[in-house]
């Protein structure tokens, strides 16, 4: 409903809140691993009025991630080599579920670009190291902790970036530290990262959807 103040009309906040509802911004994880990340974007945003968790694209049968889910009754598009690189990159699966924004919570392959240019600035990622440094093509999950391990670092810790058509490349959005002390492995250092990244994953995905 439109109210006469004055010379001007305002919408009843009614209005304005069912507005917000219908632009409620939906959002694709692309996960290939256990989904521990998955899991804790898709809690946070339950009953979100900015965002919602509408499909998890994964490219592996059988990882964890699938199951997080099927538990939360999310839709799971499996999708295959051949057509990610070489054919429309799924765009038509993302459209037909209104996705406008694509978080890669431990997505493996590079995304092609197809999607970067129908989704540009709106796909982000989350890196388990201090980028600039221990990124780049074949650097993933644990190599990522072995090589800093290896190196005698005293700190690491995550990266949330933009993506674009190069591996760990985009504009940094978020960082956060973590001490390693001598006695740190490979997995004791992993379960330090995995804890700040449940930390602060979903809470940075919250402002960049709230910036579009
Ligand atoms: C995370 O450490 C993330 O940084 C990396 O892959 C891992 C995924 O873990 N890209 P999970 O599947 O969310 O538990």
Known sequence: MLEKLGDIY????????????????QIAIFASGAGSNAKKIIEYFRGSKEASINLIVCNRQGAGVIQIAADSQIPVLIIEKERFFNGDSYLQELQHSSINFIVLAGFLWKIPETLIQNFRNKIINIHPALLPKYGGKGMYGSKVHDAIIAAGETESG?????????????????????????????????????????????RVIEECVSKI
């Open 158 to 202: 995550i990266t949330i970036h933009y993506v674009d058509e190069h591996y760990d490349n985009g504009d940094i959005i978020f960082q956060a530290k973590c001490n390693i002390e001598p006695n740190d492995t490979a997995e004791t250092l992993a379960e330090k990262i995995h804890q700040l990244e449940h930390e602060n994953f979903a």
């Open 10 to 25: 305002i919408m009843s906040t009614d209005i304005l809140h069912e507005q917000k509802n219908r632009s409620l911004l």
